[in-house]
């Protein structure tokens, strides 16, 4: 174990199942999926056998019961897919719609949802997003009218990755008054009568993943469907963003030092005024400067890792390093396209796919400027 | 069914590799070391081999340093059961020694059948397994390229030049050498991973399984090869070219 590093050699390992993985699996196929947008179901099946989906799961419901590195590892390996779409897919069934139902669920949601979700069987989403409301959660208006023992659903919710192909979503809905205080989650399947998707939403980036709006109509599901107890379902989602963030950090950064790794090797054989690019100084203190940035975002999400393995409160923390890396990130995919010249504005190269790809990163999951709200608030402001 | 698996650590295929100022060597800093490649297959041989014969136990065995464990490690995380490194103790053993001791492991193990790649992907000797083979007087199959065992017995294909098969037909043990092709290795996976902490790894000396044998084969001086030159374009009208390129094959390449 190097000196500073948080792995072990089990991590180690882990790191190169994941790299093979992403890079004799899942990127062979890259151009077809993006294309077509959409992939075989069975990856989330592959997924589970090499035990991507359970990672920080306890063995009881299927998982491995292991450390957040475990997961650090996953989400820095899992970018060389060079499929933001795909790998977003699998980290809204692991870490998005599923951390909640193993805190919260009961033993029979966690058979019925969970656990066939972590074996790869089950397709999971997260519904929050509504047409009318986005950041502010707080507004959300699908309601769960309560009804003998079922909940009735009417509304509709947008821009939600799996949401086409899910079996069940772990689904936002206002169960009571006005405001913060009337929000339940519950799970949907979505085999129930009344819900329908949307056509597929045509997206700048992230062409793999399966992105949807979803209507509901007089859909009823049984009251034992809800997680937790009514009412109390924003302090939830707030709680279970976290994962998603760090998630959404470490992906920032890790997919930003790939890019710039192609853009340093495209520079070392693109020629231009009889010297290689990367001979100018310009680029050397370019490529040096945005290294160090990777750098400190990478490091500050260690920092929050540290904190969420220990259980520790690190909302602060976790926000720092989403609204770092994901900016950081909006600037190296620039940087390295600018580095590329023409040929980086053709689809032919990577990086003309991060670039589209990586913008969502300041937009999903909080914005950078719910990111700031948040850090705000915690400064006293 | 006893089953064995021979692996080797070498330098990770995309490392570049330096030679040591003394040329005594090459320099190991910062070099990344894996399982090598043809191994993988063999590892995976042993693996279905063992699926398709119920009871039956893999143990890996891996001569080198005790950097090698971690290679040991990846066998083990990919399903192997148990594990033995022979540390080599800095002796640096040829081909030649190396399958000595190898040779006295399979032994001692009784092992009803060995896998192992076809070669090493760091020096290319591609001689231990048949020198293993001699040394205990079993059949094997080098370049292996698909396998059926039941009752003892084993049909063997190896591929040979011109795109022609060999098939034996042979009375285990033997030892066989794998090729690409063969299978598809299996990624370890995570509980894999975590599984293979708790396996058992015995470590045994190379100088007490090697009897009286000896390096035959004596490294003096380690050096890069040289650099290639840089290819030739040759232009003008396609009939000159032909000639131009005749004329520099016969001339200055000396092939023909
Ligand atoms: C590809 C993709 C996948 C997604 N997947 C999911 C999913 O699986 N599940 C899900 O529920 N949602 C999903 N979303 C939705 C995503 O979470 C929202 O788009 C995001 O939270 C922003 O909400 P909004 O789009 O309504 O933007 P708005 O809230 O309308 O924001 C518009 C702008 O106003 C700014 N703004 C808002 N409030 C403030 C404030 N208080 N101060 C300053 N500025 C402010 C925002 O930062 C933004 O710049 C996905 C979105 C995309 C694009």
Sequence with gaps: MAIGSPFTAEHELFRKTVRDFAEKELLPHQEKWELERAYPKEIFKKAADLGFLGITFPEAVGGSGLDAWFKVVFCEEIVRCRMAGLAMDLMVQADIATPVLNALGTQAQKEEFLIPALKGEKIAALGVTEPGCGSDVANLQTRAEAQGDDYVINGAKTYITNGGQADFITLAVRTGDEGHKGISLVLFPTATKGFAVGKKLEKLGNHSSNTALLFFEDCRIPKKYLLGEENLGFTYIMKNFQGERLVAAISSYASADLALQDAIQYTRERKAFGRRVLDFQVWQHKFAELKTQIEAARRLTYHAVTLFNAGQECTTEISMAKLFAGDLAQRVAYECMQAHGGAGYMAEYDISRYFRDIRLITIGAGTSEIMKEIIAKRLGF | ?256
């Design chain 2, 1 to 256: 069914m006893k089953i064995g698996v021979l692996v080797k650590q070498v330098p990770d295929t995309e490392t570049k590799i330096k030679v040591l100022d003394d040329g005594s060597g090459i320099d190991e800093n910062g070099v990344k070391f894996i399982v090598s490649p043809y191994d993988e297959f063999a590892i995976e041989e042993a693996l279905k081999t063992k699926e398709a014969n119920a009871g039956s136990e893999v143990t890996v065995a891996s001569l080198g340093p005790s950097r090698c464990v971690e290679s040991i490690r990846t066998a083990l995380a990919m399903g192997c059961d148990k594990a033995i490194h022979i540390d080599d103790e800095g002796s640096g053993p040829d081909s030649y020694v190396t399958a000595k001791a190898l040779a006295k492991v399979i032994g001692d193990q009784g092992f009803d059948v060995v896998f192992c790649g076809k070669q090493a992907i760091d020096d290319d000797m591609g001689q231990v397994p048949q020198l293993v083979a001699e040394f205990l007087a079993w059949p094997q199959v080098m370049i292996l390229e698909n396998l059926e065992i039941s009752e003892g017995k084993a049909k063997a294909t190896r591929r040979v030049s011109g795109g022609a098969k060999e098939v034996y037909e042979l009375t285990l043990p033997a030892i066989f050498g794998c090729d690409k092709g063969l299978n598809t290795p299996r990624y370890a996976s995570l509980p894999g991973i975590m599984k293979a902490k708790s396996k058992p790894v015995e470590t045994l000396k190379i100088s007490d399984l090697k009897g009286d044998a000896n390096n035959k084969l004596e490294y003096s001086n380690f050096r890069m090869p040289p650099e290639k030159a840089p290819g030739k374009v040759l232009s003008g009208e396609v009939g000159d070219q032909v000639k131009e390129l005749v004329r520099l094959l016969r001339e200055e390449a000396k092939v023909l």
